[in-house]
Structures are given as C-alpha cells and as structure tokens.
C-alpha cells in the first residue's frame, strides 16, 4: 500500500534562512510522482513543486526545490531565504500510476511552518 | 477566470440533513476531484471524475454521491449528513495532459 510520511509535525525557521521539511513515501510502483502543496491559514492548498520518478534532475520553483533521493524514498521539499509569508501548512503527496491515469493523491499528515522575524 | 470555485463556503447540518456541495471549473478540466481534510490529516479521496458522465470511487466513499453532468460541474451530495461527516472539502481539476491538481477555496461543513 502506498503511504506519505511527514514526521515533523512542526517546523520552526528565521526569515531569511533556509528550510527542509521532510518527506518519505512508500509504493512499490516504478511509475509515481511527488508533490508538495502549502495550505495558509486561509486554508486553500497551493501547488508548489512536481517531480516525477524517472526525472533525472531535481525540480526547482523559484525559492522551492525538491531534494528526491530515490534510493532512500523521500521528496524533502527545500525552502530557501524564507519570508514570513511561507508560515503556512505543508502537504507532501505522491501520485501512484503512469501519467494520464486518473491520478489519486495520497497525502501526508502535513507540517506546520512558523517563520520567526 | 475564476478557476476553480465552491459553493457554499460555510454550511451547517442538523443530522440526517441532506445537502449539495457544488464545484465549479472555469479551465476544461477533464478530470475533477472530491477531497476531505479532518484535523492532522491530510486530504483523503471521495470521488473523482475522469470526465463528463463518469465519476469513481476513492479511498473514503461511504456516505456520499457525485455527478458529473457537465463538464465544468462536480457535484458532492450528502443524503443524511452525520457528524462525522463534519470537515472541510476540497474541489479540485486537473488537465489530462499535466499532472498539477488545482484547488478550490474548500467548503466548511459542520453536522450538529
């Protein structure tokens, strides 16, 4: 069965440093992909970053990178110089299947991102 | 271009109540989807459509209906609402050519 891992509930940061919130998935097929969604305090979920499993290179999205070590199953999601306005809810989820299926997302628990002035 | 938008924002029930939860997308999305977020959890699957006239089940289906009669249009029914049905629900439709899932606002629902 296929699982998402967050581990850390809470994350706290100082603006302008640098961030790694983790992620760890599990699912025996070769083709899936991994996403990385911020939820505010508003409460809609905002797309940030996409790998696929056969990518080569690691995504990048500006300010957002995805540190996929395929080896080791995890899709840590890299945020580097944080602004205040990151503070927000991290959802990391994976797409089991070949692209163009109906694409279920399991989600994790999520991690919560305080980033202190 | 709205995107994609729920209706209604906040809604109360009184158990055994029935009610409709509209989404609506503006981007001739193919595929459109029904989540559900409980406190520390992540979204779980409700149902999905791959397109107009087709709808599926996900991962927690019991106590809920969907139809897709219009391709911009995916309707989640609750026939007698209970309170564990109390959540926010979460829209969202993907394009058949791209993996990105957009989402919608979410709609507050609280079953008394």
């Known amino acids: 069965a296929q699982k998402i891992t967050q581990t850390q509930p809470g994350m706290f940061v100082q603006e302008k440093e640098a961030v790694t919130l983790d992620c760890t998935y599990d699912?025996?097929?070769?083709?899936?992909?991994l996403f990385w969604y911020k939820q505010p305090s508003s409460g809609e979920m905002i797309f940030l970053i996409y790998?696929?499993?056969?990518?080569?290179q690691n995504a990048t999205e500006g300010r957002y990178s995805l540190n996929f070590q395929k080896a080791r199953k995890s899709a840590n999601l890299v945020i580097s110089a944080s602004q205040l306005g990151d503070s927000a809810m991290y959802f990391c989820a994976m797409r089991e299947g070949w692209t163009g299926g109906y694409n279920k997302l399991i989600f994790g628990a999520g991690t919560r991102l305080a980033v202190h002035p | 271009n709205a995107g994609v938008t729920q209706t209604p924002k906040f809604r109360v029930l009184k158990t055994g109540q029935s009610m409709t939860l509209l989404c609506a997308q503006d981007?001739?999305?193919?595929?459109m989807y029904w989540y559900r977020q409980d406190p520390g959890m992540g979204l779980r699957l409700i149902h999905y459509s791959v397109g107009e006239g087709t709808t599926a089940k996900g991962e927690v289906p019991d106590g809920y209906n969907v139809s897709r009669l219009k391709k911009q249009n995916f309707l989640l029914g609750l026939e007698s609402a209970a309170p564990s049905q109390t959540s926010v629900y979460f829209c969202?439709?993907?394009?058949?050519?791209?993996?990105?899932?957009?989402f919608g606002p979410g709609t507050r629902l609280l079953v008394l």
């Open positions: 969202a439709s993907r394009r058949d050519s791209q993996e990105t899932q957009y």
């Open positions: 790998q696929g499993s056969y990518d080569q």
């Open positions: 981007m001739n999305h193919e595929y």
């Open positions: 699912t025996s097929d070769p083709s899936y992909g």
